[in-house]
């Protein structure tokens, strides 16, 4: 800390550091970027890491996992909280019409691969006791914490189907795209039109999410609304209520399936979700309601920042199964994880990937997945945010195309802090994050004195 307290550009370095939130991880980048008049060819304005401190400038990794960079997880969850919520309640160019679409907060899960520890009461209680074909018991009786290592874990190891949980995994993206397909052909048939022409009276939009449980399966919160046939700006149709909507969600769910590729080892298993399926309507903020659009929006966002290593897992790849017996990780996971080495040896699921994505125990989906029209994008939210921390600066210079030729050349030289670099990140990341804090508290003390005051 001494040492980097004392090196050439230490001031400039920190306000580098204090300008990407104290990033966990920074990107190192080298070059420059110079501005012309697109008429005379006249240099409007040239940035150049020259005079920078070790003549690099840091830029955020933009990490969304908040076990490696929580800075940048907040920022992620803050972008996916407006990219869902406008998509419910309109605004960043999607029309405020959408909230008075059918929409609905749906949770798909996976089904049951064996019984595991839980919470909420006597853990598997059985009176008469008794055990399974392996000697073991098959009901526990205790009160588990939600902190106790023992939830999740299997009652019997030998029990559960550590195949079938690896293989729905890496069948899980193909089941939601043919979950969606059956949603739209339920709704057709529902409204008494031909399947194929559904997309000529309406069009489903989505946004989800994946969540790791305890378990370490994944469920899936998702976000669907029903449009008119040209997306947001159209109004559904007539029959296109939120009941329907329920209906057609719930009997695609109960009788989609998908089968995986046919093995002498394992056979041939089928794909299907659980029976555990959540559906309400959701609601506008302020109606009083649980399941609202500014609380879905949050509830998702949230989860965008977790990752298999919340479930007691790792979110680095794995590259050997010897490398999987070493790993800090739960055994239910190392099973799991071995399960997807050794399915991954065999050439019927090798299209699969399974041991390229071990580490995630099979699933190789996007924690965040929307549909093409749902609402806006990540990309359009960093643009708007760099336009307006540029205006902010008092940049003059024109934000954009069509307006300044842009000329750049950089290249990459380097990631990451040293020890003492580390220490100085994490403390502007917490005093950053105490601010937000009492920021927030200011605000709701402010809310709850106008509160009082309109009563009175």
Same mark, same amino acid.
């Given at each position: 800390m001494v040492r980097v307290a004392n090196e050439p550009g230490f001031s400039r370095w920190l306000e580098q550091i204090r300008n990407i939130g104290g990033c966990a991880h920074p990107i190192y980048l080298s070059g420059q970027t110079t501005w012309r008049d697109p008429v005379s060819g006249s240099i409007i304005r040239r940035y150049s890491t020259e005079a920078e401190p070790g003549g690099r400038l840091a830029l955020r990794c933009n990490n969304r996992r908040k076990s490696r960079c929580g800075p940048c997880s907040y920022l992620h969850a803050g972008d996916t909280y407006h990219v869902v919520r406008s998509g419910l309640v309109g605004g960043k160019g999607t029309p405020v019409a959408v909230r008075d679409h059918p929409r609905l907060f749906v949770t798909l899960t996976a089904p049951s691969f064996g019984a595991v520890h839980s919470t909420g009461g006597r853990c598997h209680p059985r009176r008469d006791g008794g055990v399974?074909?392996?000697?073991?018991?098959?009901?526990? #009786?205790?009160?588990?914490?939600?902190?106790?290592?023992?939830? !999740?874990?299997?009652?019997?190891?030998?029990?559960?189907?550590?195949? *079938?949980?690896?293989?729905?995994?890496?069948?899980?993206? $193909?089941?939601?795209?043919?979950?969606?397909?059956?949603? %739209?052909?339920?709704?057709? $048939?529902?409204? *008494?039109?031909?399947?194929?022409? @559904?997309?000529?009276?309406?069009?489903?939009?989505f946004a989800k999410v994946a969540e790791y449980q305890k378990r370490g399966a994944v469920h899936f919160h998702a976000v669907i609304r029903l449009d008119g046939p040209d997306g947001p700006d159209a109004s559904p149709p007539g029959w296109g209520s939120v009941e329907l909507l329920q209906d057609a969600v719930r009997s695609a769910a109960e009788t989609v399936v998908v089968r995986t590729p046919y093995s002498a080892a394992v056979g041939e298993r089928v794909i299907r979700w659980g029976t555990q399926i959540d559906v309400?309507?959701?609601?506008? @903020?302020?109606?009083?309601?649980?399941?609202?659009?500014?609380?879905v929006a949050a509830y998702i966002a949230k989860y965008t920042s977790k990752s298999i290593g919340d479930a007691g897992g790792t979110d680095q790849r794995v590259i050997s199964l #010897?490398?999987? /017996?070493?790993?800090?990780?739960?055994?239910?996971?190392?099973?799991?994880?071995?399960?997807? /080495?050794?399915? !991954? !040896?065999?050439?019927? @699921?090798? *299209?699969?990937?399974l041991r390229a994505w071990a580490h995630t125990l099979g699933f190789r989906g996007?924690?965040? $997945?929307?549909?093409?029209?749902?609402?806006?994008?990540?990309?359009?939210?960093?643009?708007?945010?760099?336009?307006?921390?540029?205006?902010a600066a008092g940049d003059q210079t024109a934000y954009g195309v069509g307006?300044?030729?842009?000329?750049?050349?950089?290249?990459?030289?380097?990631? *990451?802090?040293?020890?003492?670099?580390?220490?100085?990140?994490?403390?502007?990341?917490?005093?950053?994050?105490?601010?937000?804090?009492?920021?927030?508290?200011?605000?709701?003390?402010? %809310?709850?004195?106008?509160?009082? !005051?309109?009563?009175?």
């Open positions: 399974c074909e392996h000697g073991r018991p098959v009901g526990c #009786g205790l009160r588990h914490a939600d902190t106790d290592p023992a939830v !999740g874990q299997p009652l019997c190891r030998d029990c559960y189907d550590l195949v *079938g949980h690896v293989l729905w995994h890496a069948m899980a993206g $193909t089941l939601w795209t043919r979950w969606t397909h059956a949603v %739209r052909r339920h709704l057709a $048939t529902r409204a *008494g039109i031909n399947q194929s022409a @559904f997309p000529q009276y309406a069009r489903l939009s309400h309507p959701i609601h506008a @903020f302020g109606d009083g309601e649980a399941v609202s659009d500014d609380a #010897g490398e999987i /017996w070493l790993l800090a990780v739960n055994p239910h996971v190392r099973a799991l994880m071995a399960t997807c /080495w050794r399915l !991954g !040896g065999l050439p019927e @699921f090798e *299209g699969l990937r996007h924690v965040l $997945t929307k549909s093409r029209v749902y609402s806006t994008t990540y990309a359009a939210l960093r643009v708007a945010r760099a336009a307006y921390r540029q205006k307006v300044a030729v842009v000329e750049s050349a950089w290249r990459y030289v380097g990631s *990451g802090h040293s020890l003492g670099q580390a220490w100085f990140a994490r403390a502007i990341a917490e005093q950053q994050a105490h601010a937000r804090e009492d920021g927030r508290e200011a605000l709701a003390d402010c %809310r709850g004195r106008w509160s009082l !005051g309109e009563a009175a």
